[in-house]
Structure formats: C-alpha cells, structure tokens
C-alpha cells in the first residue's frame, strides 16, 4: 500500500480513538467509583430468579410488580425500586444488574447474587432457589474474571474497595412456618439461629478471603408482623405471631456479636449493620409519620390484610386485589414492600435522615467514601 497523507492521518484518527476508549476505561477503573456488590434474598433480587427453573411462588416477573417505577416486571419483589437500586443511585453507580442477565459481560460496577427465596442454609427452599452458597460461587467466578481483565492488583484494588451489601435470614426462619418442616422440632430456637449465623459467617469468611473488606448487612424484619405471617395462626386477629418475631430478634443479637468477632480477628474487616427491624417496625405502627396511610394491610394480595400471597394471580390463586395507589402503602404484597417504603428505608440507611438505626461504627455511606 502506498503510504499517503491521507490514511496516515485517518490511521492516526484511529489510534487516537482507541487511546481515548482505552483512556476512558482506565479514567473510569481510576475514578472514585465504588463497586456493589449484593447477595442475599428477595429484599435484593433485581431478577436473578427470572433466569432459573423454579417456580411462581420465588418469581416477580409479572404484572403489577414493577408497575410503578419500571413500567414492566423486572423480577423485582415491589412495584418499584429495591433499597439496593437506591443505595446504588446515591454512590453515583447505575442500576446494579442481575448476575444470570443474559448479555451481562463487565463486573466493573459490581453485579446482584441475590435470589428470591434464599436463605443461608443450602436446605431453605433448596432447588427453587439460588443459595447463598451458590452465590458466593457464581462471586468466586467474578473475582477470576476480574483478575483476567485488571491483573492481580487491581483486582484486589478493586475488590478491596467494593461494597458487599447482604439480606439474608428471613427464609431460613419463614420456611419452616410455611412448609410442614418439622426442623424447629429437632432443633431449639437458639441451636437454628446457630446453624444460620454459623454458615452465613463461612460465606462472609470465603468472600473476606477473595478480596472483599467492607460488608453491610441488614437486620431482619420484624417477622412474625408482616401481613403474610399475622395470617398463619388461626384468630389471629391482626396480631403478630410472636414466635417468629422473637427468633428473627434472636438471630440479630447473634449476628451482631458475631460481625464484632469478625471486626476483631479479621484484619482490615469493616462493617455496616442497618437496624431494618426498628424503622420497619416503628413504620408499621405509625405509618402517617411516614408520609404513609397504610402500615398493615398490603396493597396486593388476597384475603385478611391481603396477607395471602396471590398478588399476579400466577401462585396457584387467580384471585387478588390491587390497590390503586401504592406509594401509601407500606407492604407491597405478603411479604415485600413498596418502593416508596424501601425508599425511606434506603435514606436512613445512607444517613440522609437523623436518629436512623445504624449499629456499629460505620454506614453504609461511610463504607463507601473510606478508601
Ligand atoms: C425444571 O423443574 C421441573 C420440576 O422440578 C422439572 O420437571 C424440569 O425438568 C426442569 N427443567 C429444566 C430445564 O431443568
Ligand atoms: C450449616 O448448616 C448445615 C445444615 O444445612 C449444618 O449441618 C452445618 O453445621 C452448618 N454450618 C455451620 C458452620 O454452622
Ligand atoms: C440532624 O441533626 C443535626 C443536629 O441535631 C441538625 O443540625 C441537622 O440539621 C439535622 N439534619 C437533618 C437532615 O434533619
């Protein structure tokens, strides 16, 4: 080829385009930007039970979840946003994607483990769920690609600087009330919580062990109170079923003993604790406080407080309620709740709002702004 003017310039054009993508990718790993990356349960899944063989009951992938702030059902157990989309918004990160989304193919910004329906311990709805165990894996997998693309050091960088943000519990201590399990027969109260906080404290090990150092983790909710559990015992009457309440309130005295273990033996280990079960339940019973005119009943489902989880119609009932405004509502269906709730949940757990209940030294958004 004869070397003229004209295609050196435009050869030059060329390199000077690919140094600028190359720049920008180097500008954007070297930016303050923070990673998030989630695991856990329905709290967090922004639709990773789309893409796995289970059923209705573990999936959200159709009207009216997502009606609101989506337009269409993402997977999402709420009308709207997750606490983790707005944490996401506030560190200034997009919407944080599912790991199983097809076409998903850069980890830079973090990626969601979470399931629908998983819990810490393999056996909690174990084949329709992704479990904890297996999300840590599918992390594990995220770790080798980053090493490929950033080399062994900024990986580490990178994996050092990441937020790793966590729901988990709430269906290893659901399951057994709403199956015919008979495990709270052979196991006492504090011997289960045991068993939850002993293997989410392996996984929180492993994810320690690849890279990971600041962890935020959620209390559980007050469990015997949300809509779908009141209806468990028969006259319930709107009450909580106490027994439930009291073994989530067990398992988040132990885990907070055990997140300051951690803290002391873990070089570098650094933790956020959110008190979800004080503002949720201060929420349920003065909603109007919070700009809410219904704590108790949800705005989608069936039967007594719409607690029967029919809401979609696609669990077995046709049958459900919609209500027509859902930003006054503070349960979205049995279980979930509306992204309104999950909204003033997320802002307390920034800090954006005074008195919110952060156990420990750091919030969320600390861990975030900490190098
Ligand atoms: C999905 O699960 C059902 C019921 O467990 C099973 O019959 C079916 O073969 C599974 N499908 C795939 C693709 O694994
Ligand atoms: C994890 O749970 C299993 C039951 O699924 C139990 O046998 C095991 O002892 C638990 N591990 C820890 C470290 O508590
Ligand atoms: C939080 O409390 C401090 C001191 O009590 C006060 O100065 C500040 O304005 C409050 N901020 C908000 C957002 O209410």
Same mark, same amino acid.
């Given at each position: 080829m004869k070397f003229t003017l004209a295609n050196l310039s435009s050869s030059m054009v060329f390199i000077a385009f690919l140094s600028q993508i190359h720049g920008s990718r180097i500008s954007h790993r070297s930016s303050k930007l923070v990673a998030l990356f989630i695991f856990g349960d329905s709290f967090l =899944?922004?639709?990773?039970?789309? +893409? !796995?063989? #289970?059923?209705s009951l573990d999936?959200?992938? /159709?009207?009216? +979840? @997502?009606? #609101?702030?989506?337009? /269409?059902? #993402?997977?999402? *157990?709420? =009308?709207g946003r997750l606490i983790s989309d707005f944490i996401a918004e506030y560190a200034n990160l997009p919407l944080i994607p599912p790991y199983?989304?097809? @076409? !998903?193919?850069?980890?830079y910004d973090g990626v969601n483990f979470a399931s629908g329906?998983? &819990?810490?311990?393999?056996? #909690? *709805?174990e084949g329709s769920v992704i479990s904890l165990k297996t999300q840590a894996r599918n992390f594990k997998r995220v770790t080798t690609w980053l090493r490929h693309k950033l080399g062994s050091s900024g990986a580490k960088l990178l994996l050092s600087k990441a937020v790793y943000m966590f729901s988990i519990g709430t269906n290893d201590y659901l399951s057994p009330f709403l199956t015919d399990s008979d495990v709270l027969n052979s196991y006492s109260h504090s011997e289960y919580v045991g068993l939850v906080v002993g293997n989410l404290t392996s996984i929180i090990k492993e994810i320690y062990k690849r890279g990971a150092r600041k962890f935020v983790f959620m209390t559980l909710p007050p469990? &015997?109170?949300l809509p779908g559990t009141k209806i !468990?015992?028969?006259? &319930?009457?709107?009450?909580?079923l106490q027994e439930l309440s009291d073994i989530a309130r067990l398992h988040d005295r132990v885990l907070s003993i055990v997140l300051l273990q951690l803290e002391k033996r873990l070089k570098g280990f650094k933790f956020a604790l959110y008190d979800f079960n004080a503002d949720l339940t201060q929420m349920i019973n003065h909603p109007l406080k919070y700009?809410?005119?219904?704590?108790? !009943?949800?705005?989608?489902?069936? @039967?007594p407080l719409r607690g029967v989880y029919s809401c979609g119609g696609k669990?077995?009932?046709e049958h459900f309620e919609l209500c =027509?405004?859902?930003?006054?509502?503070? /349960?979205?269906d049995s279980y979930h709740l509306t992204e309104s709730a999950y909204k003033i949940l997320a802002d307390r757990m920034w800090g +954006?709002?005074?008195?919110?209940?952060?156990?420990?030294? +750091?919030t969320i958004r600390d861990l975030f702004q900490l190098q």
């Open positions: =899944d922004a639709g990773n039970n789309n +893409y !796995i063989n #289970t059923t999936q959200a992938n /159709f009207w009216p +979840y @997502g009606e #609101t702030y989506f337009k /269409f059902p #993402t997977g999402r *157990f709420s =009308d199983l989304q097809p @076409g !998903i193919n850069q980890y329906g998983a &819990g810490a311990l393999v056996e #909690t *709805f469990l &015997g109170c !468990i015992q028969l006259k &319930g009457n709107g009450k909580c700009g809410m005119k219904e704590g108790k !009943i949800a705005c989608c489902g069936s @039967g669990r077995g009932e =027509d405004k859902p930003n006054e509502y503070l /349960f979205w +954006y709002t005074n008195n919110s209940y952060n156990i420990g030294p +750091y």
